[in-house]
């Protein structure tokens, strides 16, 4: 009876090579002594509470002058402040970021939101 032969293609290097199939196969082991290791469920670490979110701190700077009309103002001076602009693109604003301890110039958009908000609140008496 001739062998049957087979390419292995698990040599190292560049090529195969033409091996006798009982080489290639490897007999089955017994598998009656092992046992099947399941690892535990894992138990969830509880996440760390974020710090507490600082209130916002905005700029307001007249943009055909440069007057500052309102440095570290919270939102509702801020809003306050808008109340008196005439037209958005009259004034420039920006937040602060305390971490890099920076100002950074709010998007149109973001002005537009509170351009916006400014006639929802009541005036300052």
Do not use: C
């Amino acid at each position: 009876m001739g062998k049957t032969w087979v390419l292995d293609t698990a040599t190292k290097g560049t090529g195969a090579s033409v091996v006798p199939i009982d080489r290639v196969q490897k007999p089955p082991a017994d598998r009656s002594g092992d046992t099947l290791y399941v690892p535990p469920e894992r138990v969830p670490r509880p996440q760390p509470a974020p710090p507490p979110r600082r209130p916002r701190a905005f700029r307001v700077v007249d943009v055909v002058t440069r007057e500052t009309l309102a440095e570290h103002a919270d939102t509702r001076a801020t809003l306050e402040v808008l109340r008196d602009v005439r037209s958005i693109v009259d004034v420039h604003v920006s937040v602060h970021d305390p971490d890099s301890g920076t100002w950074r110039l709010l998007t149109l958009g973001e002005q537009r939101a509170l351009w916006d908000a400014r006639g929802a609140i009541a005036p300052a008496s």
